[in-house]
C-alpha cells in the first residue's frame, strides 16, 4: 500500500520568515495530495491539495508544489504569522486505494512572534 | 452548514469495558471514514464506507473493533474489550462521493482513555 514519509517533524521560524515542509510518497499511482491544519484540540482542516496534474498551486500565502518523478510534494507557507501554528499533515490518495487517504506523521509548526 | 459531528467529544472507560464512538457526517455526504490518532502520531486510518458497496475494514486493528453505518449516515465505532493502547483520538470524516478527488471534512473526534 501507500506509504508517506513527512519532514520535519517540527519547525520553529520567526515571525515573517518562510516555512517549507516536505513529504514523499510510494505509490506512483497516486493522483490527489492534500495538506490539512490540526489546531489543538480540533480534528484536521484542509488548507490545499493538488492533483497529479499539476505541478504547483497557490492560495495567497500558501503554495503546494508536486514532482510526479521523484515522487515529493511540498508545503509553502510565506510570510509566516503567529496563527499559522499548528500541526500540518500531508496526504496521499493512491491508485490503488479508492477513496482512503495515508497521512504523513505530522509537522509541528511554531511560529515565534 | 453543519460538519461533521462527534460524540462523545471525550470518554473514560475501564480495560475491558465497550465503547461506542459516534459520528454524524455532513448531510448528503456519501463516504464516511475512521481514522485513529494516537498521541503525537499522524492519522491511521480505521474503515472507510462508501454508499451501499461493502466497507473496506483493512485498518482495524483487531477484531475487537467493529463499525456499522445506518441508513447511509450515521456511523458507530465499537471498541469491545478495551485496552489502554487503545487510548487515542478517533476522528471520523465524510465526503461528498468516494471519488478520488474528494477532499474529507473531519470532526473533532473523540478522545478515548482506557484507564
Known amino acids: 500500500g501507500e506509504n508517506v514519509e513527512q519532514h520535519p517533524s517540527t519547525l520553529s521560524v520567526q515571525e515573517g520568515d518562510s516555512a517549507v515542509i516536505k513529504c514523499t510518497y510510494s505509490?506512483?499511482?497516486?493522483?490527489?495530495f492534500p495538506w490539512y491544519k490540526q489546531e489543538l484540540g480540533k480534528g484536521p482542516q484542509l488548507i490545499i491539495d493538488i492533483r497529479s496534474n499539476v505541478g504547483e498551486k497557490k492560495d495567497q500565502r500558501i503554495a503546494v508544489t508536486l514532482n510526479k518523478t521523484a515522487k515529493h510534494f511540498s508545503l509553502h507557507i510565506t510570510e509566516t504569522q503567529p496563527e499559522d501554528s499548528a500541526v500540518y499533515f500531508c496526504a496521499a490518495r493512491g491508485g490503488t486505494s479508492y477513496g482512503k487517504l495515508t497521512f504523513g506523521q505530522g509537522t509541528i509548526l511554531t511560529v515565534h512572534p | 452548514g453543519a460538519g461533521v459531528s462527534q460524540s462523545p467529544s471525550n470518554k473514560v472507560t475501564e480495560k475491558g469495558k465497550d465503547v461506542e464512538l459516534r459520528c454524524d457526517p455532513i448531510s448528503g455526504h456519501t463516504a464516511l471514514y475512521w481514522y485513529r490518532q494516537s498521541l503525537g502520531q499522524g492519522l491511521e486510518f480505521l474503515i472507510y464506507?462508501?454508499?451501499?458497496?461493502?466497507?473496506?475494514k483493512s485498518g482495524l486493528p483487531s477484531d475487537r473493533f467493529s463499525a456499522e453505518r445506518t441508513g447511509g449516515s450515521v456511523s458507530t465505532l465499537t471498541i469491545q474489550r478495551t485496552q489502554q493502547e487503545d487510548s487515542a483520538v478517533y476522528l471520523c470524516?465524510?465526503?461528498?462521493?468516494?471519488?478520488?478527488?474528494?477532499?474529507?471534512?473531519f470532526g473533532n473526534g473523540t478522545r478515548l482513555t482506557v484507564t
Open positions: 470524516a465524510s465526503t461528498r462521493q468516494g471519488a478520488q478527488n474528494s477532499p474529507l471534512h
Open positions: 505509490d506512483s499511482a497516486s493522483n490527489y
Open positions: 464506507f462508501q454508499g451501499n458497496s461493502a466497507p473496506d
